[in-house]
């Protein structure tokens, strides 16, 4: 079974540039979530969406992000437009509703360095 | 304002050895506690967890403990092997209501052969 996917896994890009994220989360799943990692602060919590519907976005640290989630296998997060200190991984996750400890599974994450 | 710390960055260990990952949190609403193993290039992938009704969980070679009254989870790997290598995270949730995991920074392992 397909665990969750994203692409690109790496991305260089420039800054002023748009930058989208792509990411297929587990079948069944009706939970997704979006994470960045940085060395000064860790994982942290941009999004999530339950049945596609985003619920908290609390944690999208500026009006340059955004994310949406069409449908049930495909979610996107674009920043627009990028600057370096976006330089870091995003982790896309998901989990099915009912299951224990708020497990997330998470993907492989897409490493952005914006120059 | 960190609700999760795991103040070492990093541990090395002999295999065969025990190995200990400490964390700390500060909300006593967290009722969900769950290790998370990262190796380079990879995602997280879930590894033990533990509600908070209980103290102590185990799983094969890994042991999660949890002391309320101290807010301090922690994580027993023993015996340790190469193969443990990676970042270990702690994460904690609430039941019901919000679904968010918050994650501490990680610490990183190494069981030196």
């Known amino acids: 079974d397909a665990g969750v996917i994203q692409s690109p896994r790496h991305e260089v890009t420039e800054m002023g540039q748009e930058v989208t994220l792509r990411c297929k989360p587990i079948?069944?799943?009706?939970?997704l979530f979006w994470y960045r990692q940085t060395m000064m602060r860790g994982l942290e919590l941009l999004i999530y969406?339950?049945?596609?519907?985003?619920?908290?976005d609390s944690g999208m640290p500026e009006d340059r992000f955004s994310a949406k989630m069409p449908n049930a296998s495909f979610s996107t997060l674009k920043i627009q437009p990028s600057e370096p200190r976006d330089s870091a991984v995003y982790f896309c996750?998901?989990?099915?509703?009912?299951?224990?400890?708020?497990?997330?599974?998470f993907g492989p994450g897409t490493r952005l360095t914006v120059l | 304002d960190q609700q999760v710390k795991q103040n070492s960055p990093s541990l090395s260990v002999q295999e065969g050895r025990i190995s200990i990952l400490n964390c700390d949190y500060t909300n006593s609403m967290f009722d969900y506690f769950l290790w998370y193993k990262k190796y380079p290039a990879e995602g997280p992938t879930f590894l033990i967890s533990i509600s908070s009704i209980k103290d102590k969980n185990e799983d094969g070679r890994f042991t999660v403990f949890l002391n309320k009254s101290a807010k301090h989870l922690s994580l027993h790997i023993v015996p340790s092997q190469p193969g443990d290598s990676a970042v270990y995270f702690c994460a904690v949730s609430t039941q019901g209501g919000s679904e968010k995991l918050v994650f501490g920074k990680g610490m990183k392992l190494t069981v030196n052969p």
């Open positions: 079948s069944g799943h009706d939970y």
């Open positions: 996750a998901s989990r099915a509703s009912g299951g224990p400890y708020n497990e997330q599974f």
């Open positions: 969406f339950n049945n596609n519907v985003p619920i908290d």
